[in-house]
């Protein structure tokens, strides 16, 4: 009896699972066949747009009636699987997997015809100009979209298709918008041909018209609430669509530059309203014929930009406004706020006031009372947030601003003149003196006067120093660094006078402009200072008179400064030090490249060995005449450009090393036959003869032989080359005498062992060389 209750049992159990995968198959086949009849449909519908409006309808029905079998079959399988998990685990583990996989696809198609309905309800909606109504099915078609992204199932061949038609709608419907709008918001400007200027804006007209529709049509200031509802409504789209309206129709820019900033810039121009039943409002600027003065008070500039804003606000949102008033106006005056900060700030605070830094003040508590005003007005009609308060803090603070604004123009001018061309130059003489104005009086004393040798108190102790000690000797420096001086000039006199905030951020711009000389010129400008000599010059001469100018302009200015500046730390002589490094670094690195070259150059003379030869005695000749031409055209090119003692030292230091090297090269010489002693003499003679020839330092001939006069004093090794001379064409006894037991003038410039060597290398073994030697100790 038991065993068969127990195949009883068994065979119904078989036949409840033969069953529900019977029912599991056929729900498949159906899920599988209404897929692809309603992808079927939506690719007609959105692809090749054939009107299927009853079989849509159908499938649709069919979808939901899908789903509720769906539902049904999934409760029932769940709840079988929970009572037979122990003895069913794999087979029911598939049969749910096949169940998530048609879930999958149900959710799909309840998107499909959730975006189906949204688009529908969309095509309904916008012929009737209900626009947020169609912006919102929209937006819920492409939430629609987005689910199936999400989902992971963008490859349907759909998935590109519904993206297409969700673009085409969005940019349907901002044509409407538009359209729309251009009917109601009408600009007249004036041509572009027409010279700019303040009557160019009496051209400029804005005319808000309700005229030109249908008694059963929405006017526009219905309308224009409508759109702007629709701008609160958005969530996805606002941005985008923000954008794209004010690009294409709304244009805040044209507003503000043709409207309320000439009404800025110009005191005499005025709002002129103009009313007309059933036409609307129009607004435009006139010239008042009572207004002479070139800038408008703040309380004037306020109410003029009052005037159009209220009106705006009246004519397109009417008096009262639509209920969801601040969304809407937040969202429709977005692009007015995008400038608003442009406008408002800077540009109205520079034309309201003349702006001198000299005696930029901050504002008195009456224009502080009308801003407040003016910026409760703005907020009252939602151009501002209710928590904004920028206008009044920058209106607080317009002394730091206009400083910052005064400091960046300063900062961008003087990297201007670093990166212009260097070789433009301008003499400096010890004469030469800073342009200094005269300067405020300090308390009860006298007026300062400028600085000079005339004006100053005689010094008690009668040593006084020279009138020379703190001049800088005559050269060239660059005019874009002069005109960099008197930036720095008339940036220190403007901080005169001012606010200690406005006084300290001039001061330290100051300072800024200066270490942003040692930043940027030497990295613009580093290839041209390596391979020019002349800017090289011009650049050490640059830094030498920066150097200079600093360590008197803090005491010139300190005592007029406001504390704390005029205390202690009002000073430059600080960067002295690393003007003049930088200046001879440059100048160094260039000697180095010159030097090289030099040495480049004579490596070509064959070591001067065998010059009996033809060939090798034309390599040394051409080698000696190339040293002399490239100093001819360095010292060419430094005259009148370096100050007269670096010029002397600089071709000095380049000449003794063309010496040096000849020297070298001769004392290796182990022989020296008569010829080839003959041939080095000729050569060495020609240096002696064109070398001080190159000291050309004043661009007066007859004043630079003086300074040929001098080599011996900047050429160190001058006087060992010329006794080298004379040894080469010496006998014996003469070069006996002028060692004169080691105090004679050779002994001055060769050692024993020297002079030893020169000896045995130019006179053969003979008794007369022994005694000679003999006597060389």
């Known amino acids: 009896m038991a065993s068969f209750v127990t195949e009883v049992l068994a065979s119904s159990g078989k036949l409840e699972k033969e069953d529900l995968s019977g029912k599991i198959s056929k729900m498949s086949r159906k899920v599988e066949e209404t897929k692809e009849e309603v992808c079927d449909m939506i690719n007609k519908r959105y692809g090749e747009f054939l009107p299927t409006l009853q079989s849509s309808e159908d499938l649709m029905v069919q979808v939901d009636t899908v789903s509720k079998e769906m539902d049904t079959l999934k409760n029932w399988i769940e ?34 015809k959730e975006f189906h309905n949204a688009m529908e309800e969309f095509n309904k909606a916008l012929p009737e100009k209900k626009y947020v109504d169609a912006a919102n099915q929209l937006e819920r078609a492409k939430k629609s979209v987005d689910s199936l992204k999400s989902e992971k199932i963008s490859d349907l061949p759909l998935f590109s298709v519904l993206s297409s038609e969700l673009t085409v709608q969005r940019e349907n419907l901002l044509f409407h918008l538009g359209d729309e709008w251009k009917q109601l918001v009408i600009w007249k400007l004036p041509s572009s041909k027409d010279p700019a200027g303040e009557k160019s804006y009496l051209k400029v007209e804005l005319s808000l018209s309700d005229a030109g529709r249908k008694d059963d049509e929405l006017k526009p200031p219905a309308l224009l609430r409508c759109v702007l509802q629709l701008f609160s409504a958005l969530q996805c789209f606002r941005v985008e669509i923000l954008h794209m309206f004010e690009s294409r129709c709304f244009s805040g820019q044209v507003l503000l530059k043709n409207m309320l900033k000439p009404l800025v810039m110009h005191a005499s121009l005025e709002v002129r309203l103009m009313e007309k039943q059933g036409e609307g409002t129009t607004m435009a600027l006139q010239c008042s014929e009572q207004s002479h003065e070139e800038r408008s008070a703040p309380a004037v500039v306020y109410r003029k930009l009052l005037l159009v804003l209220k009106t705006l606000h009246s ?3 009417g008096k009262d406004g639509p209920e969801n008033v601040p969304i809407a106006t937040a969202a429709s005056w977005r692009i007015t706020a995008q400038y608003g900060s442009f406008f408002f700030f800077p540009q109205f605070f520079y034309n309201c006031f003349v702006f001198n830094p000299t005696y930029v003040f901050l504002l008195s508590p009456q224009v502080i009372k009308e801003t407040e005003e003016f910026e409760k007005s703005l907020k009252e009609m939602e151009y501002l947030q209710r928590d904004s308060t920028d206008l009044l803090k920058y209106a607080r603070d317009v002394n730091c601003h206009f400083a910052s604004k005064k400091c960046k123009d300063v900062i961008v001018a003087a990297r201007k003149l670093m990166t212009s061309k260097m070789h433009n130059t301008v003499k400096i003489t010890p004469d030469s003196e800073l342009l200094l104005l005269k300067l405020p009086a300090l308390g009860s004393q006298a007026a300062v006067k400028r600085e000079s040798g005339e004006d100053a108190a005689p010094m008690a102790n009668p040593k006084q120093l020279s009138p020379m000690s703190m001049r800088l000797p005559a050269c060239r420096i660059s005019e874009s660094v002069e005109q960099l001086m008197e930036l720095a000039l008339d940036t220190l006199r403007e901080a005169i006078g001012s606010s200690t905030q406005c006084a300290l951020q001039l001061f330290f711009t100051v300072r800024n402009i200066f270490q942003l000389f040692c930043d940027v010129v030497p990295t613009y400008h580093k290839e041209n ?35 704390p500046l005029n205390e202690s730390f009002a000073t430059f002589v600080d960067m002295v030090p690393g003007f003049r490094k930088l200046g001879a670094q440059c100048f160094l690195t260039q000697l180095k490249v010159q030097s090289a070259e030099l040495l480049e150059r004579l490596s070509t003379a064959h070591n001067f060995c065998n010059l009996d030869d033809e060939d090798n005695y034309i390599a040394a000749s051409k080698a000696v005449r190339q040293v002399i031409h490239q100093l001819k055209q360095l010292g060419t090119v430094w005259q009148d450009v370096l100050p007269v003692s670096i010029y002397c030292k600089a071709m000095g230091s380049l000449l003794n090393t063309a010496v040096t090297e000849i020297i070298a090269k001769i004392m290796m010489l182990e022989d020296i036959s008569s010829e080839d002693g003959e041939h080095l003499h000729t050569l060495c003679q020609s240096v002696i003869e064109e070398g001080p020839l190159v000291f050309i330092p004043l661009a007066e001939e007859n004043r630079n032989r003086k300074y040929q006069e001098e080599v011996p004093l900047h050429v160190r090794k001058w006087g060992t080359f010329r006794e080298l001379v004379l040894v080469l064409r010496a006998n014996l006894q003469e070069i006996v005498d002028r060692w004169a037991d080691g105090k004679g003038p050779l002994a001055m410039e060769f050692s024993s062992l020297e002079v030893k060597s020169l000896i045995r290398a130019l006179f053969q073994n003979t008794e007369r060389r022994a005694v000679a030697l003999s006597k060389i100790k």
Do not use: D, S, W
């Open 79 to 112: 709840t079988e699987v929970l009572q037979n998990v122990h003895v069913a685990v794999a087979e029911y583990t598939k049969l749910k997997q096949q169940l998530e996989k048609n879930t999958i696809i149900i959710t799909m198609l309840e998107h499909l």
């Open 315 to 317: 004519a397109l949102l």
């Open 529 to 563: 200072l390596l391979k020019f000599p002349h800017l090289a010059a011009i650049q050490h001469n640059n830094c030498m008179y920066l150097a200079h100018q600093l360590l008197t302009l803090g005491h010139h200015f300190r005592p007029h400064l406001p504390q």
